[in-house]
């Protein structure tokens, strides 16, 4: 197995900081969609701000659960940006999310490769070349618009949109306070790899 990452600069919230805000956040989630938000080093890095923790709580099951994008989709564009961002945990979390809403292994070496991987549909293509634009340039160029818009509504645009937005700044929180990975997803990352 992989070593365990290196120590966070900023900790989980240790047990007897929890106060009583951060004690209503973490009940509020547990047993919900995060199941174990006591135990998550995510949300107890997050619940060192209680209030941003819970907003941000509810629109990240959003876009996980009520997001209008095709899974596979959703998955190609979180996957890929967290490849190109060198996001680790949040790649290693994802390997696991994308097996548990039934997609194939079979797309993870394509998305460390990105579009020229004949793995992808032209469509998907489109995603990918979509989300590296929105990390690099903060906007979908015209050609990249109009072929989203071939397949999508509205809202699925607005859906992709806001997930690689907060993904994006997901990446940058998860790096910079660098969160530890658990076993199952050091064990995912090893089977799998992760960015560098």
Known sequence: MLPN?????????????????ARSFLEKWTGGFFKNADKHP????????????????????????TNSLPVKQRQIAIMRLAWITKAVYMWSS??????SCGLDDSMFEPIKVGASD???TDFERHVIRATEELVANYEISDASWQALMTEWTEAQVLD?????????????????????????????????????
Do not use: W
Request: proline letters at 10%; glycine letters at 4%.
């Open 118 to 120: 004949p793995y992808f």
């Open 5 to 21: 990452d290196p120590p966070p600069r900023l900790p989980p919230i240790r047990s007897d900081e929890i106060g009583e805000e």
């Open 42 to 65: 995510v949300l107890l890095t997050f619940a060192h701000n209680p209030k941003l923790a819970d907003v941000f709580s509810a629109f990240n099951i959003h876009l996980l659960t």
């Open 94 to 99: 994802h390997l696991n999310t994308s097996i």
């Open 160 to 196: 992709f949109l806001f997930t690689v937005g907060c993904y994006t700044t997901v990446a940058y929180v998860m790096r910079s306070t660098g969160v530890q990975r658990q076993p199952e997803l050091l064990a995912s990352a090893e089977r799998y790899g992760a960015p560098e």
